[in-house]
């Protein structure tokens, strides 16, 4: 292609991908799939690769990427960002709009009402229709230049949409946030890597924004909503309505959902349909804002020395409340990280009764100063632990008591250790008892080695009567354990039966799930298949050193370390010899590749499909395996790549977004059906027992998997 051709069709590929990225992101109605996409997004690659002089610092291409920087420069904003009053009740509302009544003597202003997000706010800003600059608010006069991160948030144009020609400056102010389901993903991966978890995510949102690498910025699912300007040249905006308008015009993303109400006692009806609508919402939002409409009005109105007298934020209370920490216990995990929680006066929080709060780690605990009988503020956010989110010193009388980092676990006395480059306090005696029993809870748990009916409860039986002091125990209960375990009050012959068919049953499990149950520091489950896959057999994967370890891509010198350290040390390598003498699988077996190659004749045989809603005759895991034994690959969201969604109860927003990407939906029974044939055309019926859905047993699964804490 002469160089004349490549400028024409750099240009129209840029302009095509961002209108697909704008489609995809700002307006959630995709037209064309993931691999179109990513068809004229290699071409563009491939093109400026051809011509690196025709490269653009805006071009779709440049988003990602750029070098670290060292630290973060201050810059000062060119309009202060001011904050907003806030209320928790409709009285301080009604107060606000006489406020604005009196002050604009009128009988009825017209007000927008607007999701308030809970994010970290971003002013960022566009001259001639280019991003050049992004700031956080800091202290309202000047903020961080986090321009290098932003560029990299999915969804926000680097160039304004073209109509017309674009302003001199505009500033767009919003938030930025980390979407409910990805935070809980990310979480999960944090957690499953033995890295510290994010109390909400608003953190997860703030500390990806600090990182200094901007490659990592965009691995972090960060998206940003506008909803106000600041400096403004050669664009005439008048009015908040007017203002969304003209954002969404140019491609900016906005919030879902602005109201335009005359009025207060309307105002407050959207108020209460926001409140009731927030749980729908992909993303955090913990109030509602108030503004009055016309910026005329606003100017009228003016300011106090921090918020604007114009706009009120009305915050939803159920989700924070305030109360006392009667004491702070240390709870010793299944790596041995010793976590500080705080025993709180019970109190009602979004709609149970809270009683403990994670404190996550000692230096939180040190930096927010959280002492035992200090009065402090919880939130819960989402599915997440609750949190204490401050602190009141004010509050304290005097008696409150100071916790320390303990020398000791508070389990097994032993000592504990520190490590230089981690937060993490940990007690490094694997014969702990309080590990013991975290880590039986997670070998048996759903995600690992899925052995029902043993959860919390049974683990603490198991422990506390010495049946079992590891998880290999389990596979050497003798006949006379059995006969005792019967005699415990509320297990009986029936459920004792029952566990000891898990157990057995449990032997089949793919020996990722077996290495995962193992619960290696940083080895979570995805890590666990991907290294069985590379090893084919733990046993060569206990004698690899961590070079070896780190050729894989995704294992980490972390991880690779804490692999090496695990199987260096002498009982768990006789871990591995008992469970091999116990008969679990330490090797993928080559029937299972042939099952997988046999299952060229099912419909699933090379597709992508996904999993929601909770299905009745098996798990999600269960259902994951067989779809992967029959060839399938199995992923998290619908994407245009996705060939099927699996749907089993209340399955949520995913079967939405599938309907309208027109991804074929396959109801449960549909699917037990789909999954018998793709087992059928085998010579060899052999398998065919093991790959019929299993019925949950006893509905005692131990969902608790997640929650190392509690
Ligand atoms: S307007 C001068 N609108 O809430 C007023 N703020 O608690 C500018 N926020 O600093 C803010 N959603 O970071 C506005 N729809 C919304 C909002 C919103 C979230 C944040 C913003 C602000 C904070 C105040």
Redesign the pocket.
Known sequence: MNKQKAIQRINELRQKIEKHDRLYYVEAAPEISDQEYDQLFRELQELEEQYPDLIDTDSPTRKVGGEPLTEFVSRPHSVV????D?TYNHAELRDFDRRVRQGLGIDKPVYTV????????VSVRYENGRMTLALT?GNGVEGDDITVNVRTIKGLPLRLRESGTPPSVFEA???IFIPKEDFFRLNTGRRERGENVFANARNAAAGSLKLLDPNLVSQRPLRV?F??CGEVRGENVDTQWGLIQQLRAWGLPT?REVFRREGIEEALEAVEELAAKRTDYSYE?DGA?I?VDSFQERRVLGSTSR??RW?I?YKYSAERAVTRVNSIVVQVGRTGTLTPVAELEPVSLAGSTVSRATLHNFSELKRKDIREGDQVEIEKAGDVIPAVLKVFPEKRQGNEKEVNIPMFCPCCESPTVRSENEVAVRCVNPACPAQVRERLIHFSSRGAMDIESIGEAMVDLLVNNDFVQSPVDLYFLKDEDWRKLKDFPGLGEKSTERMRQAIEKSKQNPPWRLLFGLGIRHVGSRAAQLLMEHFGDMEELAQADTATLQEIPEVGPAMAESIVEFFRNPANHDLLVRLKQAGLKLAEESERINVAADGTDSVFFNTTCVITGSLQSMTRDQAKDKLQSLGAKVTDSVSGKTDFLIVGENPGSKKAKAERMQVKVIEEDEFTRLLEEGNRPTDSDSDIENQQPQTSASGENNDDSQLELF
């Open positions: 960002m001011q904050s907003l806030n607007e999701p308030k997000i809970d994010g970290v706010s608010r102010r919003g938030e909503l909803y106000a919030p939002i804002v503004k918020a604007p706009a934020a």
